[in-house]
Each structure stands twice: as C-alpha cells, then as structure tokens.
C-alpha cells in the first residue's frame, strides 16, 4: 500500500492550490477516501471525504464551501481543489481511507509523506 501525496506550496492568502494524491497496493475504487491536515502542535483532522461509487462529499466547517474533494477512479487518484486560502489552512495535508483501515487493507497507522501547504504573504 502507497498513498503519495503532492501539489503544496507556498501560497498568498485568498489564493488557491491543488492537492493531489495517488493511491496504489489496493483496489482504489472500492473505498471511500479522505483528506486530512495537521497543523503545528495541533492533532490530525479530517477536513474532506468522498464516496467510494457515488462520489457524495461531506467537509469540516472550516473549509466548507472553499474546498472541494474528487476522485478519479481511473488513475486511482483523490484531489483536493482548495480556494480562497487562509493563513490557518497552512498544515500538512494527508490523505487516507479510514474505510480501508477498517477492513485492515491499508494497515493501522499508515500514512503518506503528506504535502505541506503554507498560506502567508
């Protein structure tokens, strides 16, 4: 299992980036799939997850209405659109599947590099 995470930066507030993060070592499309930020001295969060087959969505208050979660099951890839990018956005951002860490296909306590996403001017 590999989950890689990319597209951070260093980004100016209001403005926008594209996370993207390519899953491999399991059948992608068979599991809902989430994306997660950690802050420094802050604990991991949930922020956005997507279906598996319906695709339906749910965010955290924070980013509802600025971000928005997709996948494309043919490249085995979820994406995270950010927009309107405020400083307390910056974090590492992972992605994960708790569905597939339920269900023991991806193991406890894996996770990806992440990418970093700073918001500053």
């Known amino acids: 299992v590999q989950l890689v995470e990319s597209g951070g930066g260093l980004v100016q507030p209001g403005g926008s980036l594209r996370l993207s993060c390519v899953a491999s070592g399991f059948t992608f499309s068979r599991y809902a799939m989430s994306w997660y930020r950690q802050a420094p001295g802050k604990e991991r969060e949930s922020v956005a997850n997507i279906s598996s087959v319906i695709g339906s969505t749910n965010y955290a208050a924070s980013v509802k209405g600025r971000f928005t979660i997709s996948r494309d099951n043919a490249k085995n890839t979820v994406y995270l659109q950010m927009n309107s990018l405020k400083p307390e956005d910056t974090a590492v951002y992972y992605c994960?599947?708790?569905?597939?860490?339920?269900?023991?296909?991806?193991?406890?306590?894996?996770w990806g590099q992440g990418t970093q996403v700073t918001v500053s001017s």
């Open positions: 994960n599947s708790p569905h597939a860490v339920r269900l023991g296909v991806i193991p406890q306590g894996y």
